[in-house]
C-alpha cells in the first residue's frame, strides 16, 4: 500500500438526526471536533503527510455515538469529552498506540 | 491490521468556502455524493463491512477538486461527473481496481 496523503485522517460524526433518534451531535460532537482541530493545529501535527480533522456526516455507529474514525488504520472510537480526545491525541495520533478504553469494536451492531 | 467496519469507507468534500476560493462544492460535490450513496444502496452494498458513502468537510485539497477518497485504501480521486463516480464504483469497490485516470498522487501541493 502507498504512503497515505495524511498519516492519519480523523473524521467526526457531526450528524444531526431528525426526529429525536440518538446521534453523535446530541453530545456536541462539533464543539469537541473543533477543539480537536485546534488542538492539534496547536501541536504543528496538521498538513499533508500529518494529520487532518474533518468533521463528516452519519458514520452509521449512531448508538455508539458520539464516534470518530481515524484512517487509514481504521480504528474507531467512542469519545465523552475533551479529556478523551487529548488522550487519542497523545496516546494516538502521537505515540502511535490506540487507546483501548475508548476503541470501538468492529462487533457492534448496525443501528439503521 | 484488523479488518475495518466498512471494506471501503467513501469520502466527498461537500466544502462551499466562503470568499470565492475554488472548492468541491463549485462542482456540485453535494449531487454527485448523493448519486453515488444512492447507487452503491441500489447495488446492495451498503452496511458494515462493506461500503458507506459520506458527506466530509473541506479535505484540504481544493485546487484538486472536487475530490473524495476511499480508506482504509487511502486512494484519492478527482471526478467531474456521475460517469465518474460510476466508474469509480464498478472497478474501484466492486472489482477492486483503482481507476488510474482519476486517481490523485501525493505529490500535489497542500493548497491552504
Request: charged share 25%; net charge positive.
Amino acid at each position: 500500500m502507498q504512503k497515505s496523503y495524511y498519516s492519519h485522517h480523523v473524521f467526526f460524526c457531526v450528524n444531526q438526526r431528525d426526529g429525536g433518534g440518538r446521534c453523535c451531535q446530541d453530545n456536541d460532537a462539533q464543539r469537541v471536533r473543533n477543539y480537536a482541530k485546534d488542538k492539534v493545529k496547536q501541536l504543528n501535527m496538521t498538513g499533508k503527510g500529518q494529520v487532518r480533522v474533518n468533521n463528516a456526516g452519519c458514520l452509521n455507529r449512531c448508538s455508539e455515538g458520539p464516534v470518530l474514525v481515524i484512517y487509514p488504520e481504521a480504528v474507531w472510537y467512542s469519545y465523552v469529552n475533551e479529556d478523551d480526545v487529548d488522550e487519542i491525541i497523545r496516546k494516538h495520533l502521537q505515540q502511535g498506540r490506540p487507546v483501548e478504553r475508548l476503541r470501538l469494536g468492529d462487533s457492534s451492531p448496525v443501528t439503521r
